[in-house]
């Protein structure tokens, strides 16, 4: 297993595995996702590769804004991670999120912080297999105003 930071040749293999993250997007949807990452400096995609096939990705940020259960400023923030089916249980998605944390550490973090849907049952366990602690769980409202 090999882990890089995306760069622009890796736009395409990123934005492949994106739409298997976030499903219901154009490619041309995810490609613009993966470059806003690439050109913010608050913010990272990496992505695991082995025998010549990229299998994973991991998008991680510095929230400066309140994160649940958090005390400090910036905290790094897990927005994203996906392992290809055939490569789960074999320790990408580990690798992915500690990369992601070390990157959060040296970009000053002392905290890092992440979120799953409440019936997202699979990444729970991820999330607390990795040490984790929940936080809070929330049920978000919206209302149009006319």
């Not at 025998?51 to 927005?79: K, M, N, Q, W």
């Not at 789960?88 to 959060?104: D, I, N, T, V």
């Not at 699979?122 to 984790?132: E, K, Y």
Request: glycine share 8%; hydrophobic share 40%; aromatic share 8%.
């Amino acid at each position: 297993m090999r882990l890089i930071i995306a760069e622009k040749e890796h736009v395409q293999a990123a934005a492949e595995l994106t739409g298997k993250l976030w499903p219901g997007h154009t490619e041309e949807e995810m490609q613009e996702c993966v470059l806003e990452y690439m050109d913010d400096p608050e913010k990272t995609v990496l992505l695991a590769k082995e025998e010549g096939v990229f299998c994973g990705i991991c998008f991680a940020s510095l929230r400066h804004d309140y994160v649940e259960g958090t005390e400090g400023s910036p905290v790094g923030y897990l927005e994203g991670i996906y392992v290809d089916e055939n490569r789960r249980g074999q320790g990408f998605a580990r690798a992915l999120l500690s990369a992601a944390q070390a990157w959060a550490k040296d970009m000053g973090c002392r905290e890092f912080a992440s979120d799953c849907e409440l019936n997202n049952t699979r990444s729970l366990n991820f999330h607390l297999a990795c040490g984790f602690e929940e936080a809070n769980r929330i049920i978000c409202f919206v209302k149009e105003l006319n």
